[in-house]
């Protein structure tokens, strides 16, 4: 995906828009075929009375992106319904789910940023960066973004995988949490896994990250080494933890998460070890 961030529509813009359009956290979507399509422009024209907030996000293959909002009074025609986007994975392409949860962050952060946090003053959007500023204050607001570190623990032939008590019943995952304020990555993961589950951990190895947009994360997914340290799980953060052999794993995230990434990747590892040593 070539995709480059806007702030303004081109002089010579080509191709037809693309009408990311929420209402509240759900995206308006055509679901009358076969697989999900965008709005079009005669839905927008329908939708001219309900806009509440618009954005231009940027551009790909030479189509100008646009991040709407609109009221809770704009219904969806007929063949259209309002989804969350977790309901759109595995059934809209991955371009498309990346560029709605990246409009979404954006819509969600104009709307939460309307007044300035230090003085109180409506704020605007400033005329050349993506950030909000307070015309009495000067206070300049960007985006949020919350970085999550997340460690999958290797022990042997077994991973530790646990449930939080928010997941679908019976999945299981690697440990995750959010970043503290002067951490780095490697310290946050330390942490919040000795915090989660009791135990040490060494040779983090960095596998990859994914922009979460639920509501602004940026997950920071790794693997790393059991040290020392018995099972203590954390009382309502962690329903249950357990050594698994990796034969025998239990329900796992969807494909769509860096969570099922990491882990279907570490398999592959851990099986070609195992038979290089066998
Ligand atoms: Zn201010």
Same mark, same amino acid.
């Given at each position: 995906m070539d995709f480059q961030p806007l702030l303004a529509v081109p002089e010579q813009s080509v191709g037809k828009p693309l009408w990311f359009i929420f209402q509240g956290s759900h995206l308006l979507v055509n /679901? =009358?075929?076969?697989s999900i399509k965008l709005p079009d422009d005669k839905t927008l024209e329908l939708f001219a009375n309900f806009i509440l907030r618009r954005h231009v996000i940027g551009q790909i293959e030479g189509r100008i992106c646009y991040g709407i909002e609109v009221s809770t009074e704009a219904l969806p025609p007929p063949g259209h319904s309002y989804v969350g986007l977790r309901s759109l994975f595995g059934r809209a392409d991955d371009s498309l789910l990346s560029l709605a949860g990246r409009t979404f962050q954006i819509i969600d952060w104009d709307r939460t940023h309307?007044? !300035?946090?230090? !003085?109180g003053t409506p704020t605007m959007l400033h005329s050349h960066e993506r950030a909000r500023i307070c015309p009495s204050c000067k206070l300049i607001v960007y985006p949020r973004i919350a970085p999550v570190v997340m460690g999958l623990i290797i022990r042997g032939q077994e991973l530790l995988l646990a449930r939080s #008590?928010?997941? =679908? #019943? /019976?999945v299981y995952s690697a440990i995750a949490g959010y970043c503290e304020p002067g951490e780095n990555l490697e310290v946050a993961l330390k942490r919040e896994i000795h915090e989660e589950v009791g135990v040490e951990v060494g040779n983090l190895q960095y596998f990859r990250s994914q922009s979460w947009p639920f509501p602004h994360s940026l997950m920071v997914a790794f693997t790393c080494h059991y040290q020392s340290g018995t099972l203590v799980l954390q009382p309502g953060e962690i329903e249950d933890a357990r050594w698994f052999s990796m034969n025998d794993l239990p329900l796992l995230p969807h494909p769509v998460s860096i969570a099922r990434q990491l882990i279907d990747a570490t398999l592959v590892l851990m099986n070609s070890r195992h038979h290089a040593l066998h």
């Open positions: /679901n =009358a075929g076969e309307v007044y !300035c946090g230090r !003085c #008590p928010q997941f =679908a #019943p /019976n």
